[in-house]
């Protein structure tokens, strides 16, 4: 039963273009969620959260939305850059699940940023 | 300096061996995890220690232990080492509580042949 969702296994976009990773979940016990960048043979890099309490959080050239409502959030990535192509990890957790400690990732959407 | 570290990166073993993956963290976290990403990509969490006791521990072969010495420390060792195993485990730190973010290690690659 997979409660994160990322329908896209991969997306290519061009330079200077906008990126977007979607993610849904099925859990309406989720409140916290993050997005972590993952290179081949690297462990995955924190990149991004938000909290319920919000539906947008900024941080750079990465915004994250969240539609509590559709259980759905995005990961914008403006401007893209070659350097972003990488897999992008969602995850979600439940504050009542473990003291909220107990992160569950998708399954990963695999960005390549074309020059 | 690295933040999570575990050893080794790789490691091709044979079935039947017991084995372990080391994990330390110098950040001063007090709860560390252990990740399992499988053949297809899946991350899933299999264990969790708070200041060295356990807290998650999803349903995992009793083969997996995990032993935390200490708060900083997190090692999972494997007996009896089957194929299925093989696989990427990342180790992971937070501070913990509700909101926080957590932090991996490179992964270590393990092969059982």
């Known amino acids: 039963d997979q409660q994160v969702k990322q329908n896209s296994p991969s997306l290519s976009v061009q330079e200077g273009r906008i990126s977007i990773l979607n993610c849904d979940y099925t859990n309406s016990m989720f409140d916290y969620f993050l997005w972590y960048k993952k290179y081949p043979a690297e462990g995955p890099t924190f990149l991004i959260s938000?909290?319920?309490?919000?539906d947008k959080n900024e941080d750079g050239r990465f915004t994250v939305f969240l539609n509590k409502s559709a259980k759905h959030l995005s990961l914008h990535i403006v401007p893209s850059q070659p350097g972003d192509s990488a897999v992008y990890f969602c995850?979600?957790?439940?504050?009542?699940?473990?003291?909220?400690?107990?992160?569950?990732f998708g399954p990963g959407t695999r960005l390549s940023v074309l020059p | 300096d690295t933040a999570v570290s575990q050893t080794p990166k790789y490691l091709v073993t044979q079935m039947g061996n017991d084995k372990s993956i080391k994990c330390e963290q110098n950040?001063?976290?007090?709860?560390m995890y252990w990740y399992k990403q499988d053949s297809k990509k899946f991350l899933k969490i299999m264990f969790s220690y708070n200041n060295k006791e356990l807290i998650i521990n999803e349903t995992v072969p009793n083969r997996f232990s995990p032993k935390s010495p200490d708060k900083a420390h997190l090692n999972l060792h494997i007996n009896s080492l089957e194929l299925g195993d093989s696989a990427v485990y990342f180790c992971a730190s937070s501070q913990g509580g509700y909101g926080n973010t957590i932090y991996f290690g490179e992964g270590s690659w393990l092969t059982v042949v």
């Open positions: 938000i909290s319920s309490i919000k």
């Open positions: 950040l001063g976290h007090d709860t």
């Open positions: 995850a979600a957790s439940d504050p009542l699940n473990n003291y909220g400690q107990n992160f569950v």
